[in-house]
């Protein structure tokens, strides 16, 4: 059964508002701060991945618009280059954004523990039974039909915004958070700040990408997407800007380098006594909707890769009632599941994830160069065509492999243990097609 369109224009704005704002932005500005060491470099970084993801906007935009299809990361990889080079860049992804998604409900759990649990299970083990529970109950709503998964993806992403604003609503407040204990930061040179400071700004401003997994959910595509890749990046790039000023003025700059459980720290400015729960329970709401968003896209990767004869036929099987395909989201899910015992701290995680990500948004954002060529009787039809092309993706391709240089220079054993991974894909492709066939 193939997959029929469901989704609007506003539902599809949701859904990349929720792949976009996850944990990065109650967490990131920290690490951001302390590699940039000043505020002028802060808010510089902050701007310039701002401006680095309206172009990749732009590009993924027009590759919605020109290829749309389910699983449309792994399609427009295997379209452009070649299916192996595909599946070694999404079978890592698809590792890595489950680990993301274990993180993520994980530090969410620390937020929501205190109020739900008592004092003697607020542990590891009280805090791991939070987000299992969590991602097992968005489970339970995704199979119940994507029409339900997306309309609950818009509650939450209402909630998610909501969050975001309270927090920028401080920066307008006369009160300052109590002063810290400040420490001192290592200088480096600027190659590094930026290279550095990057690594978090690009993790906080990612994920709109998996928006061309939804070629086939939705109504009208070719408008859609673009639509709704430029409303939802026009909203995160206003929240992004004025709650890191929010944390600045505040907090202050030098007290930032420090903080931790940012937002609640600054709920409790604006709140007062009641900070803390109100921050709690709108953020784990927040947490909620980046897992069901992830929990909604990563599916259609192996719809992909089963089309493709990767994986087995019963990977793109989709009810026809519900539209879900129940046996990728149940692998998926028990992935994340399994994934939140293994996990190490938040910041190892964003190197990890971010080493692949900017090598698969530079990838796929080069596609736009074959597909421009390959699609040509598309232009004039209606489909979306960015301005300023080929500068634009060029300039956003350049970005994203200085910064994956960077991880390397930074972190290389790490960088080396996940191009394992990623290398570790070519045989398994092999085999996986050999035995499909």
Not at 138 to 162: D, E, H, W
Not at 224 to 249: C, D, E, H, M, Q
Request: net charge positive; charged share 10%.
């Amino acid at each position: 059964m193939s997959i029929k369109p469901k989704l609007g224009t506003f539902d599809l704005t949701m859904i990349v508002v929720g792949l976009v704002i996850g944990m990065g932005i109650f967490k990131t500005p920290v690490d951001v701060a302390k590699e940039t060491g000043s505020p002028a470099l802060f808010y510089m970084s902050w701007v310039l991945g701002g401006l680095v993801t309206l172009c990749g906007a732009l590009t993924y935009a027009e590759i919605g618009s020109r290829y749309p299809v389910a699983g449309g990361f792994y399609k427009v990889l295997s379209y452009g280059f070649h299916p192996a080079y595909s599946f070694m860049i999404n079978w890592t992804l698809v590792i890595s954004n489950a680990a993301s998604i274990a993180a993520v409900t994980l530090v969410g759990a620390e937020y929501i523990g205190p109020v739900l649990l008592p004092e003697t299970m607020q542990g590891e083990s009280g805090r791991k039974m939070i987000a299992i529970t969590a991602v097992i109950v968005l489970y339970i709503i995704n199979m119940l039909g994507i029409r339900l998964s997306a309309s609950s993806q818009n509650v939450l992403t209402v909630f998610k915004i909501t969050l975001v604003l309270l927090l920028c609503f401080t920066a307008f407040s006369n009160q300052v958070a109590p002063a810290m204990e400040v420490q001192a930061v290592e200088k480096h040179s600027w190659f590094y700040i930026f290279g550095a400071a990057l690594v978090p700004v690009f993790f906080t401003y990612g994920g709109y990408q998996q928006t061309i997994n939804f070629g086939s959910d939705v109504r009208d595509p070719s408008r859609s997407t673009p639509r709704a890749i430029f409303t939802g990046i026009f909203i995160i790039l206003l929240l992004y800007i004025t709650v890191n000023y929010a944390y600045v003025k505040v907090i202050g700059f030098e007290q930032l380098k420090t903080t931790n459980a940012l937002a609640a720290r600054m709920a409790a400015v604006f709140f007062g006594e009641y900070g803390f729960k109100v921050t709690s329970v709108l953020l784990f709401l927040s947490v909620l909707g980046y897992a069901n968003v992830n929990l909604l896209s990563n599916p259609r990767m192996y719809y992909a890769m089963a089309e493709d004869g990767v994986l087995p036929a019963i990977f793109k099987r989709v009810n026809s009632k519900t539209q879900v395909q129940e046996v990728a989201l149940t692998v998926f899910t028990l992935l994340t599941v399994g994934l939140l015992y293994f996990l190490s701290n938040f910041r190892s995680i964003i190197q990890y994830v971010m080493l692949f990500d900017t090598i698969g948004l530079a990838s796929a954002a080069a596609t736009i160069f074959v597909l421009r060529r390959k699609t040509c009787h598309l232009d004039g039809t209606g489909i979306y065509k960015m301005k300023l092309y080929p500068a634009v993706p060029l300039f956003f391709i350049a970005v994203y492999l200085f910064v994956t240089v960077n991880i390397f220079i930074t972190d290389w054993r790490q960088a080396i243990s996940g191009m394992g991974w990623f290398v570790a894909g070519l045989p398994i492709y092999l085999i996986m097609k050999k035995v499909n066939k």
